[in-house]
């Protein structure tokens, strides 16, 4: 009902930046949260920032606090994670997810509809 795409990741040396898109097509009234995961080899997939449907608020991991914000364009029905300060720990697949429900959520199994994720690799 609802798909998700990723773009924008890539390979990035270590204090770089990299801005991920996800873009969303369908029912994307069920997208009142919109989330972004990350999943490292041998790792279980990590929350990592979330906002709601209007951008008034945003939640975030504590290890990417202050380094990442994630922002969306509903007209454009597509969110952005700006990655700065990157460090060799960020990297993972991240994925893209979206959350019907009013309420916040950072557990992954809350979340509706996933991207097919994209590769972000940090080097030292």
């Known amino acids: 009902q609802v798909q998700l795409v990723e773009s924008g990741g890539g390979l990035v040396q270590a204090g770089g930046s990299l801005r991920l898109s996800c873009a969303a097509s369908?029912?994307?009234?069920?997208?009142?949260?919109m989330a972004w995961f990350r999943q490292a080899p041998g790792k279980e997939r990590e929350f990592v920032a979330a906002?709601?449907?209007?951008?008034?608020?945003?939640s975030f991991t504590d290890s990417v606090k202050g380094r990442f914000t994630i922002s969306r364009d509903n007209a454009k029905n597509t969110v952005y994670l700006q990655m700065n300060s990157l460090k060799p720990e960020d990297t993972a697949v991240y994925y893209c997810?979206?959350?019907?429900?009013?309420?916040?959520?950072?557990?992954?199994?809350?979340?509706?509809?996933w991207g097919q994720g994209t590769q972000v690799t940090v080097s030292s």
């Open positions: 997810a979206a959350r019907g429900a009013f309420s916040y959520s950072g557990y992954a199994a809350s979340y509706d509809y």
């Open positions: 369908g029912r994307t009234f069920s997208s009142r949260w």
């Open positions: 906002i709601n449907w209007s951008g008034s608020s945003t």
